[in-house]
């Protein structure tokens, strides 16, 4: 299958930093990007989805001002965690699907952030 | 809107023992349904998908899943489980249309003991 990559893996940063997390497409062009947050023990939720080229649509109670999503190019998506507080501490997983291909999406190995 | 149901949040089976995984979605056409498994502090796997066709679909690692739309279920099987089988299962629908969102249910995480 199709190879989506995450970096990095693991973040630690003090509150009040922002972080970035990249998720990219390695041999497919992704028109479409997902991005999910897990809760220890829970299922993963889906905080946007980002359209190259256009804005990201977030889901109802997710901050758009807070985590901001750029999808600039067709194998590039970013997520910046602002002014990141404790609570923001999650496992965040990217997908990426490509265009007119009836395929499942393709899903990154996850960032694990932990803000101190 | 779309729903995926896992009604067992803890499974403990033994090695060399079946498995059956419950899923139940909800999808107002027909559904795109995936099964993936996540290991601690991993990204997801896919164990297999269903979109079309045959409704015992074979997967990865010995699994398999029965898709009966009378019952709007998608089972997770497996025959004899091995001890590297243990971790977080998850079904998820695929919205067909639109960006074709995927919703996942809550998981069940499976225990493999000796």
């Known amino acids: 299958g199709a190879v989506v990559s995450q970096h990095p893996s693991r973040v630690i940063c003090k509150s009040g930093t922002s972080v970035k997390i990249e998720c990219r497409s390695l041999?497919?062009?992704?028109?479409?990007m997902f991005w999910y947050r897990q809760f220890p023990k829970q299922s993963l939720m889906l905080m946007a989805t980002?359209?190259?080229?256009?804005?990201?649509?977030?889901e109802q109670g997710v901050e758009k001002d807070k985590f901001l999503i750029n999808h600039a190019s067709l194998t590039l998506s970013t997520l910046t965690v602002t002014s990141a507080h404790p609570e923001d501490s999650s496992f965040y997983i990217c997908?990426?699907?490509?265009?007119?291909?009836?395929?499942?999406?393709?899903f990154g190995q996850g960032t694990r952030l932990t803000v101190v | 809107a779309q729903s995926v149901t896992q009604p067992d949040i803890h499974i403990t089976v033994s090695e060399g023992a079946s498995l059956e995984l419950r899923c139940n979605y909800s999808?107002?056409?027909?559904?795109?349904l995936f099964w993936y498994v996540q290991s601690p502090g991993q990204g997801l796997q896919l164990l297999l998908k269903?979109?079309?066709?045959?409704?015992l679909v074979q997967g990865i690692k010995g699994f398999e899943a029965e898709f009966k739309r009378s019952q709007s279920s998608f089972n997770l099987r497996k025959p004899s489980v091995h001890w590297s089988d243990a971790a977080e299962y998850f079904c998820?629908?695929?919205?067909?249309?639109?960006?074709?969102?995927?919703?996942f249910g809550t998981g069940t995480k499976l225990q493999v003991i000796p």
């Open positions: 269903y979109f079309s066709g045959d409704t």
């Open positions: 980002s359209n190259e080229g256009s804005k990201a649509t977030y």
């Open positions: 998820a629908v695929r919205d067909s249309g639109g960006y074709q969102k995927v919703t």
């Open positions: 041999d497919f062009q992704a028109t479409t």
């Open positions: 997908s990426a699907r490509a265009p007119m291909m009836n395929t499942e999406a393709f």
């Open positions: 999808y107002g056409a027909t559904p795109y």
